[in-house]
């Protein structure tokens, strides 16, 4: 079975900390996504990545970075967490432009 | 950057009656792909269309591509308790993977 893990599935953070969201796939995948969730808005790409050590931004970067030191796993980085950071993060992969994504069960962030 | 919009936001309907969303894009997709994410659960991929006009069944499902590749559309005959969720569509032809805001679908028993 295909299985995208991300780390923790709820998680509680204070103002400022800085935060790791891990994923992990074990599809030999080379393109991952981050999306963060949140009621009325679907799903908003924070950042992709299409292969190790390469990262595109996406529509809602501010905020955020990535890293992909390898390629089974991609993190998403909170430099400095704030209360509208407070979302569902969804974590994607596939293996091309043509194939279908799958993801991870969610990170519930709250940032208190 | 490439966005697919998608119509309605919200429906609700009696257990079976029929359901249908649309999804419209601005620019030529070169494909679109559809994903279900049950409550508390995450996406999972449906179907992919690729070719223009091209219509494919998963059961009481069907999903049509527009000629022009820029719409598509998901329509499920009959609902059941069982199709309640969220229904996204996605342009997946491009590295950037872009959901719409997806339509949410409650079905009364």
């Known amino acids: 079975d295909v299985k995208v893990t991300q780390s923790s599935r709820y998680l509680v953070k204070r103002t400022g900390e800085k935060v790791f969201l891990e994923c992990v796939q074990d599809?030999?995948?080379?393109?991952m996504f981050w999306y963060r969730q949140d009621p009325g808005l679907g799903l908003r790409l924070i950042y992709f990545?299409?292969?190790?050590?390469?990262?595109e931004k996406g529509d809602i970067p501010e905020g955020y970075s990535v890293s992909r030191e390898k390629k089974e796993r991609f993190s998403l980085i909170l430099e400095s967490a704030s209360t509208n950071q407070t979302s569902m993060y969804l974590c994607?992969?596939?293996?091309?432009?043509?194939?279908?994504?799958?993801f991870g069960q969610g990170t519930r962030l709250t940032v208190v | 950057g490439q966005q697919v919009m998608q119509i309605p936001q919200y429906q609700h309907v009696q257990e079976g009656e029929d359901f249908t969303t649309y999804c419209n894009s601005s620019?030529?997709?070169?494909?679109i792909q559809w994903y279900k994410q049950r409550p508390g659960g995450h996406p999972v991929f449906l179907i992919q269309?690729?070719?223009?006009?091209e219509v494919k069944k998963q059961k009481r499902l069907t999903f049509q591509f527009g000629e022009a590749k820029k719409n598509s559309s998901l329509h499920i005959t009959a609902t059941q308790t069982t199709d309640v969720g969220t229904y996204f569509c996605?342009?997946?032809?491009?590295?950037?993977?872009?959901f719409g805001k997806g339509t949410k679908l409650t079905v009364n028993p």
């Open positions: 994607a992969s596939r293996g091309s432009p043509n194939t279908e994504a799958f």
């Open positions: 599809m030999d995948h080379e393109n």
């Open positions: 990545s299409y292969d190790v050590k390469m990262k």
């Open positions: 620019t030529t997709l070169s494909n």
């Open positions: 269309l690729v070719k223009s006009g």
């Open positions: 996605a342009a997946g032809g491009s590295e950037k993977l872009v």
